[in-house]
């Protein structure tokens, strides 16, 4: 999940734990076989497919597990997966974008739905929440790639929009339609990125407080350990002196 550096680091908690590795590799695996059976299977000639191979490797997935899901795309024997996006309300009145890869629509409209009721949100009409948010490119680099004035530095010669940076990671935003060329200018400088793809950045932020922090993030790994759920998005900010008392 893309956002707010504030919450960054509850991100980082939760994607720490070993036991949702195996969950993380069988989403990216579905979404590389996805870009790849949507375009060219050569990551050089398919943007999208180098993006997501570049996040997967990030994430230390195995070479074999990469080259199955290319090779499934190639031999035309994959799952037609469809890409849905969710609008709903969490804990607080956030504002919550899910976007999911599915072969069954009826499931995930389903599983999506549950998750949303049994943690105090409910999901709303197409339009509800994205409004409040920018569809953007954005590209990721650990920390110790350089200090914040070096990666501004770059990302500025790379034509990117903004930079966020935080205590492990850097977030290069950029408009969508530049994300693939400002990508290749930064691994000039940089090097390869942990990740690059379009994400949802919101407008404005929602502070959430100690009473409502603990159901809120119960709901979001809710809907994170959904199969088909491949992206979270929120415009929760979490204040530093709550995220001490988690």
């Given at each position: 999940?893309?956002?707010?550096s504030k919450f960054k680091n509850i991100m980082h908690?939760?994607?720490?734990?070993?036991?949702?590795?195996?969950?993380?590799?069988?989403?990216?695996?579905?979404?590389?076989?996805?870009?790849?059976?949507?375009?060219?299977?050569?990551?050089?000639?398919?943007?999208?497919?180098?993006?997501?191979?570049?996040?997967?490797?990030?994430?230390?997935?195995?070479?074999?597990?990469?080259?199955?899901?290319?090779?499934?795309?190639?031999?035309?024997?994959?799952?037609?997966?469809?890409?849905?996006?969710?609008?709903?309300?969490?804990?607080?009145?956030?504002?919550?974008?899910?976007?999911?890869?599915?072969?069954?629509?009826?499931?995930?409209?389903?599983?999506?739905?549950?998750?949303?009721?049994?943690?105090?949100?409910?999901?709303?009409?197409?339009?509800?929440?994205?409004?409040?948010?920018?569809?953007?490119?954005?590209?990721?680099?650990?920390?110790?790639?350089?200090?914040?004035?070096?990666?501004?530095?770059?990302?500025?010669?790379?034509?990117?929009?903004?930079?966020?940076?935080?205590?492990?990671?850097?977030?290069?935003?950029?408009?969508?339609?530049?994300?693939?060329?400002?990508?290749?200018?930064?691994?000039?400088?940089?090097?390869?990125?942990?990740?690059?793809?379009?994400?949802?950045?919101?407008?404005?932020?929602?502070?959430?407080?100690?009473?409502?922090?603990?159901?809120?993030?119960?709901?979001?790994?809710?809907?994170?350990?959904?199969d088909d759920v491949q992206n979270v998005y929120g415009n929760y900010d979490v204040?530093?002196?709550?995220?001490?008392?988690?």
């Amino acid at each position: 999940m893309a956002g707010h550096s504030k919450f960054k680091n509850i991100m980082h908690r939760k994607g720490a734990q070993d036991a949702k590795r195996s969950k993380l590799f069988s989403k990216l695996a579905r979404e590389i076989t996805t870009a790849a059976k949507g375009g060219n299977t050569d990551p050089n000639f398919n943007p999208r497919l180098r993006a997501v191979i570049a996040t997967a490797k990030a994430n230390s997935m195995p070479k074999d597990n990469i080259d199955r899901a290319l090779k499934k795309a190639e031999g035309g024997d994959a799952e037609n997966y469809e890409e849905i996006r969710y609008e709903g309300f969490g804990p607080g009145g956030v504002s919550i974008i899910v976007e999911a890869l599915t072969d069954n629509r009826n499931r995930t409209a389903t599983d999506v739905r549950t998750a949303f009721a049994k943690n105090g949100g409910n999901v709303g009409s197409s339009g509800s929440v994205s409004h409040g948010f920018d569809k953007l490119g954005l590209i990721t680099y650990p920390a110790s790639v350089g200090d914040p004035d070096k990666v501004f530095e770059a990302a500025l010669e790379a034509g990117a929009d903004d930079v966020e940076s935080g205590e492990e990671e850097h977030e290069i935003w950029t408009a969508s339609d530049a994300l693939h060329e400002v990508a290749k200018a930064l691994e000039a400088t940089l090097g390869e990125s942990t990740g690059a793809r379009l994400a949802w950045r919101p407008r404005e932020w929602t502070e959430v407080g100690a009473d409502t922090v603990q159901q809120l993030l119960k709901m979001i790994d809710a809907l994170e350990d959904l199969d088909d759920v491949q992206n979270v998005y929120g415009n929760y900010d979490v204040p530093d002196e709550v995220m001490a008392g988690l």
